[in-house]
């Protein structure tokens, strides 16, 4: 047993070698990444854009020849932002006639209704719901809401910093119309000291008016807090341009590898092909779309033929409602689809330090055995937690979910930014990345990772 144990450990780290060779020596991932940004750019679900990119990865991924590449309709909110959003302000305790303009980078949240016109207003200041519920709708009708709340800096976990403050954006702009707010600004959600805008989703409730959002950079954000406790009164003047066209039908891309011994089995690979729509969506997540490629181009490269059946698929619409993960895990439910396991890569394409998963203690425990095939590769994270946003809802008994953990102290300086371009990806950490993903892929293919061993 020992022997053969030991035996299959070096055919598992010969392989691994194999994956890691293929994939830092041939890897088409970045020159994927470089066409998805540079030539289609930025694709948010619904939009014009959204669509060439779903034409591009049915194309890219069939010309690596899987056994079938498909598209899964997906129905998706289509909002556009529109040309026209700007802030400015001035400073009412200015005494010359010829007051001068701030004009704070700014832009709106995703989902956000458009002015009509200009708002000008007052801004009020708060840094969290319960300032403001304190504040009360005396201080707070008719003015502009402003939440000054920057990601908590102390944590070293900056998706859990982005989780701490994320309420903020999303609910902010109902918290602040409860209490008649006309409108809604926000501290950009990112640790960079900068003036780039961040973006994301925002979710009005039904019941409440809805009322324009965006927000500001961590600059403009700074001054205009500075500006405030110069002049409380200032004149903040807002407009979006937003508009909502309602929904319309885009598409999962599907490329699938059927499996040799287990074909109605699946491990799913994947990432989101919509970005938001300033930038051009590098490591958010076309980083994840790639590498997610990648996988599949290795495995046909090095002529190997799974036990279970591989999909690689590229979700559409994670951002703003998970519309492509959802239906993605309710078309495999009704036709009876078994899942043995589904990695996804939505952290930014940085160096790889290992993989967050949803695993039972069973397949935990095999999980961890696994270490030392991986551990050479500067893989040593294999911690439990949250996987991706677009798999999860394939969670059952059975699936082991895993998420790409990567190095992220510099995602949120991109993320949703204009700032997310092709540039900012570094290209040996993206391609370390393909490579811990198809040596996961691999290793569980080998065993299934079954869920009662
Ligand atoms: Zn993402």
Not at 77 to 84: A, L, M, Q, V
Not at 262 to 285: K, M, N, R, V
Not at 346 to 370: H, I, M, T, V
């Amino acid at each position: 047993m020992v022997v053969n144990a030991q035996h299959e450990a070096q055919a598992d780290s010969a392989m691994v070698a194999n994956i890691y060779n293929e994939v830092l020596a041939n890897a088409e991932c970045y020159e994927n990444l470089r066409y998805l940004c540079k030539n289609i750019g930025q694709r948010l679900a619904g939009s014009e854009n959204a669509g060439k990119a779903i034409e591009w990865g049915k194309t890219t991924l069939s010309n690596y020849k899987p056994d079938d590449v498909f598209l899964m309709p997906v129905d998706v909110p289509h909002w556009s932002r529109g040309s026209n959003e700007y802030g400015n302000y001035y400073l009412t305790t200015m005494q010359t006639d010829n007051k001068v303009r701030t004009k704070p980078a700014l832009t709106a949240l995703g989902g956000s209704v458009g002015c009509e016109g200009e708002i000008v207003a007052e801004v009020v200041e708060v840094k969290s719901f319960d300032e403001l519920k304190a504040l009360g709708e005396n201080k707070v009708k008719g003015k502009i809401v402003f939440f000054n709340k920057a990601m908590d800096p102390l944590l070293i976990n900056t998706g859990a910093a982005y989780g701490g403050a994320y309420p903020i954006r999303g609910d902010g702009p109902s918290e602040a119309a409860k209490l008649g707010a006309v409108a809604c600004l926000i501290r950009s959600l990112t640790l960079a000291d900068d003036n780039y805008p961040h973006t994301g989703g925002t979710h009005y409730q039904d019941s409440i008016p809805k009322i324009p959002a965006a927000a500001l950079s961590s600059v403009a954000a700074r001054q205009l807090s500075a500006d405030l406790k110069t002049d409380p009164h200032l004149a903040f003047t807002l407009h979006l341009s937003c508009v909502d066209y309602g929904r319309t039908m885009q598409a999962n891309v599907v490329a699938e590898i059927k499996g040799t011994k287990f074909p109605d089995e699946y491990i799913t690979i994947g990432g989101h092909l919509d970005s938001w729509d300033i930038g051009e969506g590098a490591h958010d997540d076309g980083t994840g779309i790639v590498q997610s490629i990648e996988v599949l181009r290795t495995m046909i490269a090095l002529g190997y033929k799974p036990k279970h059946s591989i999909r690689v698929v590229l979700f559409i619409n994670e951002e703003f409602g998970n519309d492509g993960g959802e239906t993605y895990a309710r078309v495999c439910k009704e036709n009876g689809l078994v899942h043995v396991a589904a990695i996804e890569s939505d952290g930014g394409g940085f160096s790889p330090k290992g993989f967050n998963c949803e695993l039972n203690d069973a397949q935990f425990a095999l999980f961890k055995s696994w270490s030392t095939v991986l551990e050479p590769y500067g893989l040593s994270v294999f911690r439990r937690g949250g996987s991706g946003v677009d798999i999860r809802p394939l969670k059952d008994d059975r699936v082991a979910l895993f998420g790409l953990n990567v190095d992220g102290q510099r995602y949120f300086d991109y993320h949703h930014s204009n700032n997310d371009v092709f540039e900012n990806v570094n290209k040996r950490e993206l391609e370390l990345g393909a490579a811990a993903m198809a040596s996961l892929v691999y290793m569980i293919d080998q065993t299934g990772l079954p869920a009662n061993p």
